[in-house]
């Protein structure tokens, strides 16, 4: 069955980094674009970044463009994401998500990771 694992959550100071990983398994990794989206307090789940399974190409949310990087590795069935000079309004819970394709139009999301940026 479709599993995704994210990790590397944790408490940083304001202006540090982390990086997430999320490892899936039970499906053809490279053929599925994938997401991360994050839950912050008082508001609705967004998505902050976005890579597409064949060409590779990114997008990222407003608020952390500039910041964030998101990045896939098909061997490892990994994808990361790399935060840097994190804000207070960064914290929240981070998922992971596997977007559909032409074989299966499901989508699956991982468990979470909490993230909380404080001094």
């Known amino acids: 069955q479709v599993q995704l694992v994210e990790s590397g959550g944790g408490l940083v100071q304001p202006g540090g980094s982390l990086r997430l990983s999320c490892v899936a398994s039970?499906?053809?990794?490279?053929?599925?674009?994938m997401s991360w989206f994050r839950q912050t307090s008082g508001k609705k789940r967004e998505r902050v970044a976005y890579?597409?399974?064949?060409?590779?190409?990114?997008s990222y949310g407003d608020s952390v463009k500039g910041r964030f990087t998101m990045s896939r590795d098909n061997a490892k069935n990994t994808v990361y994401l790399q935060m840097n000079s994190l804000r207070p309004e960064d914290t929240g819970v981070y998922y992971c998500?596997?977007?559909?394709?032409?074989?299966?139009?499901?989508?699956?999301w991982g468990q979470g990771t909490q993230v909380t940026v404080s001094s």
């Open positions: 039970g499906f053809i990794f490279s053929t599925y674009p």
């Open positions: 998500k596997r977007g559909s394709n032409s074989i299966d139009p499901r989508e699956y």
């Open positions: 890579i597409a399974r064949a060409n590779g190409i990114i």
